[in-house]
């Protein structure tokens, strides 16, 4: 079942940043997402990438091991200094982006990288890094509920909306945790349409809210 003629688009990068204390299902979940995108729908064609139309990899400040909420042991793709061009770059949250928000050398590359590509989007408190920026300035956003006090601390111009689990004004951010995954097929929508969106959701048994 062809969903979207699978010649046509060129492949978009989607670049997921990880951190020490990065929240496990801000990163995995857009990454099952993307990586599991086809414009030709059923199994068989998740066995191979020819209708695949994103390049989905991770990547953090150095090669080195990464260690998630929960103690889970991650190998980045890329480090900064190598990683390929990024046409979407998701910014998780977690524990871990306290200490990013006083980090000049990640607090730098996301402003270069978000300022080059096609969608910028953020992940539970990825958010406050966003913030932190300008990205969100003048914009509606939300973040995890633990978090919206914060957000408007870091930038009081932000319209922190509390009952979305994902906002698109311009930069597409979501709620905590689980909302990456509807962040994804938000942005899956956007690039490809309701049908393939919805035809992945249905291939990983994920129920998309209206």
Known sequence: MTL????TPQKKNVGILIFPEVEV???AGPFEVFSRTRLEGGVASRRSEDSAPFEVFT???TMDEIQAVGRLRVTPTYSFATVPNIDILVVPGGFGTR????ETETLDWI????????QLTSVCTGALLLAKLGFLTDKQATTHWGAWDM???????ISVQRDQR??????VTSAGVSAGIDMAFSVVEAFHGK????????????????
């Open 4 to 7: 979207q003629n699978p010649t």
């Open 25 to 27: 299902l801000d990163f």
């Open 59 to 61: 990547v953090a400040k």
């Open 99 to 102: 200490p990013l928000l006083e």
């Open 111 to 118: 402003k270069t990288v978000g300022q080059q590509v096609e």
């Open 151 to 157: 957000l408007n601390q870091i930038d009081p111009s």
């Open 166 to 171: 994902v906002v698109m004004d311009g930069v």
């Open 195 to 210: 049908a393939v969106a919805d035809e992945t959701a249905h291939y990983i048994e994920f129920l998309r809210r209206g």
